[in-house]
């Protein structure tokens, strides 16, 4: 009987986490332009995004640039300032890793929600311009504490000989970074 429940209970959630995904998909094959009316089977809607007819088109290829850049941008400038936190935190001692361990979790923590609107609020304050600058730095915001999160168990599990060794060879602390750093950390990062 538990299994049955069990059973259940996971259709269950599987039917309310997909049916309106199924709803969405089977109400695009119609002209109607309202989610939820049936005017009949049709692919107009698909031919006109896809044709451009309507506008839909150009704005569609808009919005995917616009995402594409966001995302790049900010994924890469995460990514390094992650990494580098990373590395600053793995090197710290005592209370003070612990605190800054606990102030990195707490974008993690929060609601997006709430740290979208509290990054809004502090961009209007600061008469920061909305527009893509802002989009990026909330992202970067958003990323950077997951990168962190990554990164520190490569750097725990890392011969931290491998770096002074590095040094001790006669390499820049750039040249180890690049060299020895990296090259370990790269599937964290």
């Not at 309310?16 to 094959?29: H, Q």
């Not at 311009?129 to 990026?136: F, N, R, T």
């Amino acid at each position: 009987m538990r299994k049955f429940f069990a059973k259940a209970y996971i259709w269950l959630l599987l039917i309310v986490m997909y049916a309106p995904l199924m709803f969405i998909a089977i109400f695009s094959f119609t002209e109607s332009r309202v989610l939820g009316s049936w005017d009949g089977f049709s692919t107009k809607l698909y031919e006109n995004l896809l044709t451009g007819s309507m506008g839909g088109s150009a704005s569609l290829i808009a919005a995917v640039k616009n995402t594409l850049i966001i995302a790049l941008v900010a994924a890469f400038v995460s990514m390094m300032l992650g990494t580098v936190a990373a590395i600053g935190i793995h090197n710290l001692k005592g209370r003070r890793k612990k605190a800054i361990t606990f102030l990195n979790n707490v974008p993690m923590i929060n609601p997006d929600v709430i740290t979208g609107v509290s990054l809004f609020l502090l961009f209007v304050f600061l008469g920061f311009a909305q527009g893509y600058l802002s989009v990026i730095l909330a992202h970067i915001t958003f990323c950077t504490p997951y990168v962190v999160l990554s990164v520190m168990p490569k750097l725990q599990r890392m011969d931290p000989n491998i770096y002074e060794a590095a040094l001790d060879l006669g390499a820049t602390p750039v040249q180890a970074f690049w060299k020895v750093l990296v090259p370990e950390l790269k599937s964290g990062m």
